[in-house]
């Protein structure tokens, strides 16, 4: 099943905040033989990253940069 980019990137518009990147274009592709879409998205940093992240794996299962 394929999925839908537009809900992946609802999700993840805090985590691109919290990172300080930024979403800059996305980039719509057709697989020649399946005749399937592909959709990248480009997303850069606007700033560096808090020197807090990378975090540990226990921090990361308890607190997600979700809201």
Known sequence: MKSNYTEE????????DILNSELIKIETLEL????SKRNILVI???LPTNLKYPRRYSQIVKKPLQK
């Open 32 to 35: 020649p033989i399946e005749k």
């Open 44 to 46: 850069t940093k606007k």
């Open 9 to 16: 990137l609802d999700e993840a518009k805090t985590t691109i």
